[in-house]
């Protein structure tokens, strides 16, 4: 079975503050596939980051920054000098190299609020 | 690329009636589809995954009869809520598979924008 939790339901920081998302995941595949989700109040999932089990190189694409530490079963997301924008919920999810099913598993959410 | 629609976006109906909601795929094609639901403040349910062609695959605690869904085409899966009832109402969003970008995107959903579901 897989699991995915995100301990923080809700974060709320002042912008300009650098706010990281946790998420830690449980699975029993050694191939699977990592993602992080922003759903703004809109409801449109926004597509952010894939990242699959062997690589464990961190990313980083603009503010946002990711760490995949596969010793802890994580997969935390940083965003950097946060804006307004940015508030939203973030969904990390998982999905195991199952073939064709490919199903996501979510987690349930971190609700973001950057403040002026 | 990668583009997915929903329709309606938004819905209203009566209880006891039947609601049909749309997920197409419009500039690629979709062996598999998949159906969430997503009730208020809360993460992403799968209720179900839709192939072209053949029965979908429910998951545990998802009503078949009550949750009706046909993947016609490569491009199109229906989602049919019947004989709704206010308990029903929520966000329902649908994703779809690229067929034929095979590799890295293997294993990407695109997601729609959803279809706010309110039963009264």
């Known amino acids: 079975a897989q699991k995915v939790t995100q301990a923080q339901t809700e974060i709320s920081v002042v912008e300009k503050e650098d706010v990281t998302l946790d998420c830690v995941y449980e699975?029993?595949?050694?191939?699977?596939?990592l993602f992080w989700y922003k759903q703004p109040p809109s409801g449109e999932l926004v597509f952010l980051i894939r990242r699959n089990s062997f690589d464990e190189q961190n990313e980083i694409s603009g503010r946002y920054s990711w760490n995949f530490q596969k010793s802890t079963s994580s997969f935390n997301f940083t965003i950097t000098a946060s804006q307004v924008v940015d508030s939203a919920v973030y969904f990390c999810a998982l999905s195991a190299d199952t073939g064709t099913a490919s199903k996501l598993t979510f987690g349930t959410g971190t609700r973001l609020q950057v403040t002026l | 690329g990668a583009v997915v629609s929903q329709h309606p976006s938004r819905v209203i109906c009566k209880s006891g009636t039947s609601v049909k909601i749309e997920c197409r795929s419009l500039d690629f094609q979709a062996t598999t589809m998949f159906w969430y639901r997503q009730f208020p403040k809360q993460s992403l349910m799968l209720m179900a995954t839709s192939n072209e062609g053949s029965k979908a695959t429910y998951e545990q605690g998802v009503e078949k009869d009550k949750f009706l869904i046909n993947h016609a085409s490569l491009t199109l899966s229906t989602l049919t809520v019947t004989s709704a009832h206010p308990e029903d109402s929520s966000f329902y969003i649908c994703?779809?598979?690229?067929?034929?970008?095979?590799?890295?995107?293997?294993?990407?959903?695109?997601f729609g924008p959803g279809t706010r579901l309110t039963v009264t």
């Open positions: 994703s779809a598979r690229d067929l034929l970008n095979l590799g890295v995107k293997t294993y990407e959903q695109y």
């Open positions: 699975t029993r595949d050694t191939t699977y596939y």
